[in-house]
């Protein structure tokens, strides 16, 4: 997944407008930052003994918390 792909993702468990977001084109021979994010998920489940599972699964579960919280 791309940080564009990303950024949507998560502007949308938000239900933020994702016009704002733009696809950039980098050049990677100056850019040191990699084309593709990976999250390692070894730490949480040492930590918590819970696999971290899918984006798509987590976002929605996430934004609904952030949200109950944000209102209190």
């Known amino acids: 997944m791309s940080r564009y792909q990303?950024?949507?993702e998560i502007a949308k468990?938000?239900?933020l407008d994702t016009?704002?977001?733009r696809a950039v084109n980098?050049?990677?021979s100056n850019d040191i930052r990699p084309p593709v994010v990976r999250l390692n998920g070894a730490s949480t489940?040492?930590?918590l003994q819970v696999h971290p599972g899918k984006l798509k699964d987590n976002?929605?579960?996430c934004?609904?918390?952030a949200?109950?919280?944000t209102r209190h």
């Open 13 to 15: 468990a938000f239900a």
């Open 63 to 65: 934004a609904s918390y």
């Open 19 to 21: 016009s704002y977001h």
């Open 45 to 47: 489940y040492q930590t």
């Open 6 to 8: 990303y950024a949507c």
């Open 26 to 28: 980098l050049d990677f």
């Open 59 to 61: 976002l929605p579960v």
């Open 67 to 69: 949200m109950e919280v």
